[in-house]
T-cell receptor
Framework: DAGVIQSPRHEVTEMGQEVTLRCKPI?????LFWYRQTMMRGLELLIY????????DSGMPEDRFSAKMPNASFSTLKIQPSEPRDSAVYFC????????????FGPGTRLTVT | SQKIEQNSEALNIQEGKTATLTCNYT??????LQWYRQDPGRGPVFLLL?????KEKRKERLKVTFDTTLKQSLFHITASQPADSATYLC???????????FGKGTRLHILP
């Protein structure tokens, strides 16, 4: 298995632009998580899905952030409009069942908003 | 709300010695506690999971303890090697569709 796949690996954009991050979870996993990591705040859970259904999006910073999971093999995290404070590394992770089993993380997307 | 404390300062350990990392939490005791390793530029990698009714879990040179009275987990690496140098994160989960909470991690340096 290729593991969790994220794209792009790096994204540099200007303030106000729309950013879309993509994730392909490990086949067979039914939970998917989006995290944001910064030096100041560490690893923060933004949203997670069970069987393609959003369960908890309380970590999403504000309405500028949205996430979708149209099917079991694909998810997107969108920021519109982007701001410099959104600069961070965004990780996608998947697992069989949230909390009971370990999570498998993707390589992350490093986002820089200028 | 739940808070997790891990040593914010880097930990320097001589090669061959045992490295011990601490994870303290407040409020409720989690149903599960997990430890992850993160190398620079990479995503966290799962190492060990321990349940609230388990006192200790081992895997090769790794050992995790879980003390719900002290609200603390200890992560040990015996016979440490320079390749063990990384950031180690602990994560807490109540296991009832509650979100997992990660600590900020402790950077470990094994000195040759």
């Amino acid at each position: 298995d290729a593991g969790v796949i994220q794209s792009p690996r790096h994204e540099v954009t200007e303030m106000g632009q729309e950013v879309t991050l993509r994730c392909k979870p490990i086949s067979g996993h039914n939970s998917l998580f989006w995290y944001r990591q910064t030096m100041m705040r560490g690893l923060e859970l933004l949203i997670y899905f069970n069987n393609n259904v959003p369960i908890d999006d309380s970590g999403m910073p504000e309405d500028r952030f949205s996430a979708k999971m149209p099917n079991a093999s694909f998810s997107t995290l969108k920021i519109q409009p982007s701001e410099p404070r959104d600069s961070a590394v965004y990780f996608c992770a998947s697992s069989f069942v949230q909390g009971v089993y370990e999570q498998y993380f993707g390589p992350g997307t490093r986002l820089t908003v200028t | 709300s739940q808070k997790i404390e891990q040593n914010s300062e880097a930990l320097n350990i001589q090669e061959g010695k045992t490295a011990t990392l601490t994870c303290n939490y407040t409020n409720y005791s989690p149903a599960y506690l997990q430890w992850y390793r993160q190398d620079p530029g990479r995503g966290p990698v799962f190492l060990l999971l321990i349940r609230e009714n388990e006192k200790e879990k081992r895997k090769e040179r790794l050992k995790v303890t879980f003390d719900t009275t002290l609200k603390q987990s200890l992560f040990h690496i015996t016979a440490s090697q320079p390749a063990d140098s990384a950031t180690y994160l602990c994560a807490l989960d109540r296991g009832r569709d509650d979100k997992i909470i990660f600590g900020k991690g402790t950077r470990l340096h094994i000195l040759p």
